[in-house]
């Protein structure tokens, strides 16, 4: 797996002070405060230092891969050190856009790529254009690399496009006499007939969460359906669209009720939850099982009519730095970019790479699962609005279609009057933004 390289810059005082407000998820006054620390106070033993937070930092294999690339980073550029450090994934977008908000940016800007739009229409994101011509990129990337776009100027690189998975307990599946379903609708037949006594036939997130989006789309848009339109318009009341929903709400009553990703991730872990739907960055998380559980748990092309995907993190540079740091955030995403840290980024996360050509055959012999994830990536169809607007406004729209999914596990109302409702409350945001 290669070496595991600590990143332990000396922090300041007031360093620790902004970890420990971002931490507790202060509000914009405090973010205020904190405008004081900026970029010319970035400096330890006579290195400038590029600040880097992300919730991959705490990530047991993401960060490998990152902290390899720092100690790269580092001997390519010795006057440069990167603070990289974690905060907590479920309020990250909200703490970063506070500092945004306030003024105080980070050095190097890692995002989940749903939310780039948003920050490039607010004008805090630096293009990529005349960058990125510079490099292959254009030519060796997943088209899902679209994502970062705006305004036809590319504001950011992705570094991970994915298409969902069925993960499943063969044991719960052969105890009704079932095999790995091919349908939703096998799916779904499946997961009713294990539920019972303390089983669950299928695994979502039933309480408030940003996943709540990603889940819900993944059926609809599975089932050839969509939210959004690419001309501007919304599609939630559409046949196929309901026809999804129906088939989420239907998965859903076969899940336990109240429960966020890691605690649907805990139960099947632990033998509790027969099958879920997810990335390839789960496969991991199958270490974790017990070993009675972990010989039952496999990995299968998602039972959809097209492959749902989407995708996951990006990296970006903030618009407002001075021309020096910049240029020493351009230098770690280009090597970033590199095949021999695009072939390691497989290597050691278990996930397909944006670049074309980093599935190596020494990976695919480590872990034969590669070649499905790769598969499946290079043929799905995105779960997140591709008009530009829609994609600015993402935010608010994955708040509505979260309230939505509430009302599909919480209430007796009928699926079209649900997606009804959906549709009003998605046309009317677009109307009062």
Known sequence: ????????????????????????GLAVAAGSALVGCGQEERTANGRTVLEFPSWQAGDSTFSLWWKELIAAFRKQRPDIDVDFYGLPFDSYVDQITIRFAANDRPDILHLPARNAAEFAGRGWLTPLESRLRGTDVA???????????????????????????LYYNEALLRSVGARVPTTVEEMITTAEAITGKGVYGFGATTAPSPDNYTELAAFVVGGGGALSRDDGTFSADSD?????????RRALAQAP????????NEL?????IAMLLDGPFFLNELARASTRVRPALSVARAPFRRVPGGVSNSIHIPAGLDARRTQAVWDFIELATTPTW????????????????????????????????????????????????????????????????????????????????????????LESS
Not at 144 to 165: F, N, W
Not at 257 to 264: A, H, S
């Open 1 to 24: 797996m290669g070496p595991r390289y600590e990143n332990t810059p000396q922090p300041r005082p007031t360093r620790v002070t902004r970890r420990q407000a971002l931490s507790l």
């Open 139 to 165: 030519g060796t990337w997943t088209p899902l690399q679209e994502e970062m776009a705006l305004d036809g100027k590319d504001y950011g690189v992705l570094l991970l496009g994915y298409g969902y998975c």
């Open 240 to 248: 196929a669209a309901v026809a999804g929903l129906d088939q989420y």
């Open 257 to 264: 009720r109240g429960i966020q990703p890691q605690q649907r």
């Open 268 to 272: 099947f872990l632990t033998g509790k």
């Open 342 to 429: 695009q072939r390691r980024y497989v290597e050691l996360t278990v996930n397909p790479a944006p670049r074309r050509g980093s599935l190596t055959a020494r990976a695919v012999a480590r872990t034969p699962e590669l070649e499905l994830f790769q598969n499946l990536a290079d043929e799905a169809v995105s779960i997140f609005p591709g008009d530009q607007t829609h994609r600015e406004r993402f935010g608010r729209i994955s708040d509505i279609v979260s309230a939505a999914a509430t009302s599909l596990i919480t209430t007796g109302e009928s699926t079209a009057g649900i997606a009804a409702h959906l549709q009003r409350q998605l046309d009317q945001a």
